[in-house]
């Protein structure tokens, strides 16, 4: 920052004396025998700050996937001692076309300076709303100084986005445009995910019900342990009900899990798992995972089951639902568009298989078809 700020100054002050140098304010600062190394010095400033860019890029992926506002992806963690430090692959995939895309068609980067400022003060004008929403939820300030304060950033803020206002159409429309596209993405994704709850809400069975029928014998059961991922509140998953359909069976020890993520980075160990034996040898639990946490199911059972459920990990087969979705008759135009959208969403997300860290060998899916 202090840096920065002295660097402005300096250009201010130089265009105060010499006017003509608005042809290259910066690279005028030096004389002629410090440019190549100031070029260098630049250079390797707009490295820094891509990277830092890009590594922002792949954090907030990572917690938006966390958090369920977009579909699941890829995500590496870089390092044992940091769960911050994570890489992206789709994400970086998609910054490289973009940057091949705007380098190909703008050329140069005074035709993006619109773009630039756009962006700069859009983003600074957010921070400050976020900043005010922070103050009163987090740090339990009153509304009148969390007001004050970011009024003071808000009428600077306000000022500079008006002026860049009028470079909206010129090239200022980019950041817009990609910025209402995620949001959009993120919507859409919120907006299917609750549709798909509410209809397998509708469509499968209370827990209490399959007790009923597992008192009386009428399931025959087979040795072993199926884990059925499962979603909140007392349903049966439908993966179990398709099971039931189809093979006409269900295993000694049932474990209908529920994962969460809560929005915050870590959980306490103590409260990662609850437990409960609904008798019959059906199980309920619940995990829970920070979005900053690795969501490694088999290793948090394994760590936090307790000894009484006598529960074996290298014996448990994982059952999972693979739905695909159709479109109802009563759907309108933009109901079937972003329905599209969703669908499309979901067949390219992360298998559940990976993003949960169940082991390939041990997992079956059981398919359905879920109208919306």
């Known amino acids: 920052f202090p840096?920065?700020?002295?660097?402005?100054?300096?250009?201010?002050?130089?265009?105060?004396?010499?006017?003509?140098?608005?042809?290259?304010?910066?690279?005028?600062?030096?004389?002629?025998?410090?440019?190549?190394?100031?070029?260098?010095?630049?250079?390797?400033?707009?490295?820094?700050?891509?990277?830092?860019?890009?590594?922002?890029?792949?954090?907030?992926?990572?917690?938006?996937?966390?958090?369920?506002?977009?579909?699941?992806t890829q995500i590496l963690y870089t390092s044992e001692h940091s769960m911050g430090q994570v890489y992206v692959p789709a994400v970086n995939h998609l910054l490289a076309v973009a940057c091949v895309l705007l380098v190909v068609s703008f050329k140069t980067s005074a035709a993006l300076a619109g773009?630039?400022?756009?962006?700069?003060?859009?983003?600074?004008?957010?921070?400050?709303?976020?900043?005010?929403?922070?103050?009163?939820?987090?740090?339990?300030?009153?509304?009148?100084?969390?007001?004050?304060?970011?009024?003071?950033?808000?009428?600077?803020?306000?000022?500079?986005?008006?002026?860049?206002?009028?470079?909206?159409?010129?090239?200022?429309?980019?950041?817009?445009?990609?910025?209402?596209?995620?949001?959009?993405?993120?919507?859409?994704?919120?907006?299917?995910?609750?549709?798909?709850?509410?209809?397998?809400?509708?469509?499968?069975?209370?827990?209490?019900?399959?007790?009923?029928?597992?008192k009386k014998g009428k399931i025959h059961r087979v040795s072993g342990t199926a884990i059925y991922m499962s979603g909140k509140g007392a349903r049966v998953p439908t993966a179990l009900l398709h099971n039931l359909k189809h093979n006409q069976v269900l295993h000694e020890r049932v474990i209908l899990l529920h994962v969460m993520t809560l929005d915050q980075p870590h959980v306490n160990p103590d409260e990662v798992l609850d437990y409960q034996d609904l008798g019959d040898g059906l199980h309920r639990t619940t995990l829970r995972f920070g979005f900053a946490d690795t969501p490694d199911v088999p290793d948090a059972?394994?760590?936090?089951?307790?000894?009484?459920?006598?529960?074996?990990?290298?014996?448990?087969?994982?059952?999972?639902?693979?739905?695909?979705y159709g479109v109802g008759k009563k759907a309108t135009l933009l109901d079937r568009i972003r329905l599209s959208v969703f669908a499309a969403m979901a067949r390219n997300a992360s298998p559940a298989t990976a993003y949960f860290q169940l082991p390939p060998g041990r997992v079956v899916e059981l398919g359905a078809q879920i109208t919306l």
């Open 115 to 214: 773009a630039y400022g756009i962006a700069i003060s859009v983003t600074m004008t957010i921070t400050s709303i976020l900043f005010f929403s922070a103050a009163r939820a987090v740090w339990g300030w009153s509304t009148l100084k969390a007001g004050l304060v970011t009024s003071l950033f808000l009428t600077f803020e306000a000022a500079f986005l008006a002026a860049n206002a009028l470079k909206i159409l010129p090239t200022g429309w980019l950041p817009l445009t990609i910025g209402g596209l995620v949001m959009c993405t993120m919507l859409t994704w919120l907006w299917g995910r609750k549709l798909l709850y509410a209809r397998i809400m509708e469509e499968s069975l209370p827990v209490a019900d399959l007790l009923k029928d597992l």
């Open 3 to 72: 840096a920065l700020a002295l660097n402005y100054l300096g250009q201010a002050a130089l265009l105060m004396a010499d006017p003509s140098a608005i042809r290259s304010p910066f690279f005028l600062l030096a004389p002629p025998m410090l440019q190549l190394p100031l070029t260098i010095l630049a250079t390797c400033a707009a490295i820094i700050a891509s990277q830092a860019l890009i590594s922002g890029a792949f954090s907030m992926t990572a917690q938006a996937v966390q958090l369920g506002c977009m579909p699941r």
């Open 301 to 324: 059972l394994k760590r936090r089951m307790p000894a009484n459920a006598r529960f074996q990990p290298g014996k448990a087969t994982y059952f999972l639902g693979r739905e695909t």
